[in-house]
Nanobody
Framework: QMQLVESGGGSVQAGGSLKLSCAAS????????MGWFRQAPGKEREFVMG??????NTYYADSVKGRFTISRDKNTVYLQMDSLKPEDTAVYYC??????????????????????WGQGTQVTVSS
C-alpha cells in the first residue's frame, strides 16, 4: 500500500502563492499518473490538475487555468498555485494511479480512476 503525503498548505491572502508537494513514502512516483483534487466546505471533491506518468501531458480544471501549474520529478509531484482567490480555499489532495496498460501520456480525470490518496492539506485564501 502506497502512502502519499502532501505538504505546503497554509493561509495566504488573495493574490498570493503557495506550492504544494506530494511524495510517496518509500517509493518513487515514476510509474504513476498523478492528480490534484480539492474539496471545499460543503462541496464535493473536484479535479484540479493532473499530469501523466511521462510528464508530457497535463490537464487542468477551467477554474485554475493560467494560475496553477503542475510538475513532477522522480519522487515528488508539485502544484504551484499563483494568483490565489478565496474560492480556492479547500483541502487539497494528491492522488496516484499506476500506469501499465495505458499510454504513458494518459491522465486520469475522474476520482475513481485513482488508486491511492493522500490525507490532504488545507489551503485557505483570505480576501
Amino acid at each position: 500500500q502506497m502512502q502519499l503525503v502532501e505538504s505546503g498548505g497554509g493561509s495566504v491572502q488573495a493574490g498570493g502563492s503557495l506550492k504544494l508537494s506530494c511524495a510517496a513514502s518509500g517509493r518513487t512516483l515514476s510509474s504513476y499518473a498523478m492528480g490534484w483534487f480539492r474539496q471545499a466546505p460543503g462541496k464535493e471533491r473536484e479535479f484540479v490538475m493532473g499530469i501523466s506518468k511521462s510528464a508530457g501531458n497535463t490537464y487542468y480544471a477551467d477554474s485554475v487555468k493560467g494560475r496553477f501549474t503542475i510538475s513532477r520529478d522522480k519522487n515528488t509531484v508539485y502544484l504551484q498555485m499563483d494568483s490565489l482567490k478565496p474560492e480556492d480555499t479547500a483541502v487539497y489532495y494528491c492522488a496516484a494511479r499506476i500506469i501499465t496498460s495505458f499510454p504513458s501520456d494518459y491522465v486520469p480525470l475522474k476520482q475513481d480512476e485513482y488508486m491511492y490518496w493522500g490525507q490532504g492539506t488545507q489551503v485557505t485564501v483570505s480576501s
